[in-house]
């Protein structure tokens, strides 16, 4: 069974699996509510559901005091949560969501206040439904979207045609071909979003969607331990090490880098190529240390996990990520990376290439423009201060 099939059957059976979760879900949280009556409960978050690029792992200790929730599980990393569903089998595994999301939801309801929502998906299979019951118990909803949950292809192709630009979402709709209900879904998720939600972190431009809510730029989460700043492999430029590491080889530009790799190769330029696919994140970060140059993503308007990571790890960077487009990225920009849009990676590339100083100028500057908006510290003044403005949480 495809993916989309799998999501078919779902849609189908919808209904009839939300009134069995819901009566699921209230028989846990009148269970629990019962066992700490009179019990007051503190000011406490869960972060869930479904892991993304580290972000409930990595923001659950700047959230406290909080519980973190993962149903779903990356290969690229091995975090543990407080709680989650470590089955290997993806068919398993949403079988025993089925019955364990609304469980837990009724019992972190009864000693919880704020809900922090990573992605698009919930505790139960309409997530609509679990905003509807959390708000009726006076529960604070926060939303992160991360990209491809929130948007739409129809609104982000309007505007790279309007801006007559090529986009990655040309390369998404031929995935996306099949599935009549994709737009509307999205047009769901983001009504029940703006209906719900007390705080939406969203990339406007980059993550174009429905939203009418005002969105809040969420920041990129780098343990400052993760920091590896290295002068010493920028003294002997003899073999410049050059990095591309894709999550994705259509959206992210692959082939458009490996043309460009091609032409500079015949063209006898000395450097040494990695591309990295499908390898864990500790992988990843190794090759990071080691390498000069990394080349990200062509087509976004943001950095993406991978540019900061990069960054952080004292690499010079190229890619599309523009903040005269997605405003929402910190105003100290300066040169943190090499602005580089897909039919400019040959040129900038071999401009890095014929001016090594300025290979560690881009590390340089990108390392500080990291290290100032991204760590730990950093994110926790940007929250404290934005729910403080919001009077969602005293301070």
């Known amino acids: 069974m495809t993916s989309y099939s799998f999501r078919l059957v779902i849609r189908y059976l919808k209904k009839p699996l939300s009134y069995f979760q819901i009566s699921l879900l209230y028989i846990s949280y009148n269970f629990f509510f019962l066992i700490k009556k009179n019990k007051k409960i503190k000011n406490s978050w869960v972060i869930g559901v479904d892991e993304i690029a580290s972000i409930i792992f990595f923001l659950k200790d700047i959230i406290k005091p909080s519980v973190s929730v993962s149903f779903s599980k990356n290969k690229f990393y091995k975090w543990e949560y407080n709680y989650s569903i470590t089955i290997e089998n993806i068919y398993l595994r949403h079988l025993i969501r089925l019955f364990y999301g609304p469980l837990l939801l009724g019992y972190l309801a009864t000693k919880n206040t704020n809900f922090w929502y990573i992605w698009s998906s919930g505790f139960l299979i309409d997530r609509d439904i679990e905003f509807k019951f959390l708000k009726k118990k006076n529960k604070k909803i926060f939303i992160t979207f991360c990209g491809s949950d929130i948007r739409s292809i129809k609104l982000t192709n309007a505007h ?66 993760k920091f590896k700043k290295d002068n010493q492999k920028f003294k002997n430029l003899g073999i410049i090490k050059i990095l591309h590491a894709p999550s994705s080889v259509f959206i ?20 040494e190529y990695t591309e990295l696919l499908n390898v864990p ?76 100083d300025k290979i560690k100028y881009y590390a340089d500057n990108g390392y500080d423009f990291a290290y100032k908006n991204y760590t730990y510290e950093a994110v926790k003044e940007y929250l404290d201060k934005l729910f403080k403005e919001k009077n969602i949480i005293s301070q």
Not at 166 to 194: F, G, N, R, W
Not at 259 to 271: C, D, R, T, W
């Open 160 to 225: 790279a045609r309007d801006n007559k630009l090529d986009t990655h979402t040309h390369y998404m709709i031929y995935k996306h071909m099949q599935d009549p209900y994709y737009e509307l879904e999205k047009q769901d998720l983001a009504m029940s979003a703006d209906k719900h939600a007390d705080i939406i972190f969203n990339f406007k431009i980059c993550q174009m969607s429905y939203l009418k809510s005002k969105q809040y730029t969420f920041p990129y989460l780098i343990d400052k331990n």
């Open 252 to 271: 992210k530009g692959t082939s458009l880098v490996r043309a460009a790799i091609k032409k500079l190769e015949i063209e006898n330029y000395n450097f």
């Open 281 to 356: 994140n500790q992988t990843v970060l190794d090759h990071l240390n080691l390498s000069h140059i990394a080349l990200n993503q062509f087509y976004a308007f943001t950095p993406g996990y991978f540019g900061i990571e990069a960054m952080a790890n004292h690499c010079a960077v190229l890619m599309s990520a523009d903040p005269s487009i997605e405003t929402g990225l910190p105003k100290n920009y300066e040169d943190a990376w090499l602005i580089t849009r897909y039919w400019e990676i040959y040129d900038n590339l071999k401009f890095l290439l014929d001016n090594p």
